[in-house]
């Protein structure tokens, strides 16, 4: 099991802030990215809705052979 430690919004701000001054070193933002690549995702939801009208618009047909020719 991967850790579970993630970056802070506080922390994640000022990492953005690190990352886009022009006078910060390398290594300082190398140390921000690091820290932004920890940061929680936001949670992506389907509602039935969305869920049920995505289904039904594929009539029994997989993504698959929607796409491909």
Do not use: D, F, H
């Not at 802030?17 to 140390?31: D, E, N, Q």
């Amino acid at each position: 099991m991967g850790k579970s430690k993630v970056t802070g919004s506080g922390a994640a701000r000022s990492a953005s802030k690190v990352l886009k001054s022009k006078s910060t070193g390398p290594k300082s933002k190398i140390a921000a990215g690091s820290a932004l690549s920890q940061t929680k995702a936001p949670k992506k939801i389907t509602s039935k809705i969305s869920a049920s009208a995505a289904s039904s618009g594929l009539n029994g047909r997989s993504l698959l052979s929607i796409i491909s020719p």
